[in-house]
């Protein structure tokens, strides 16, 4: 196995982004329903992660809703699925001093095996999807937008009608750009 695959590069934390939980389904999932813990000397942490996280989530609600409409089925068809769904935000960073090299793999190809996932802005490129025909494409993301992409459990529930996305992440490009950096931030789920 390649060597640059198996050595993680980035810093990730999990945000559980949800409301409270009866007692009853806090005890069936525990492991999916511990308290989240916040890093020391981040006292801002609790709470922009919460606004952000119910941003999120309710933008891929409606994404959600949107997507039941297109397939003529009841507009809260999937999100009453996703009720109590264990929703993460995933606020990711990369070191560059150690990491912002030309040729750098930091996600390797893969899909993520959730139902949606949403990605920021990102500071720098390095975002890439593929397409059906095996065309790679680079991912922009409009200031003050997001973007959503299908995972697998979309796939899955629609029988393949709407069609996980695979993407990686990495400096194949010029990485110029990327090294004049500090932290990077993606919210890449993988
Ligand atoms: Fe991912």
Redesign the pocket.
Known sequence: MNTNLKKKKKWRYFWKVQKKKSEEKTEEFRTLNAENISPQGIPEWKEVCEDWGACMLGAAKTISEGVAIGLKLNRSYFTDLLENGPHLLAPTGIDFNKYGKLNTII?GY?Y?LNFI?LHGKSRFPGLYIWLRDGRRCAVKVPEGCLIAQAAKQLEWITGGFVYMIL?TLDFFGDGSEARKGGALHFN???
């Open positions: 996600a893969h993520d996932t993407y890449d789920e993988n």
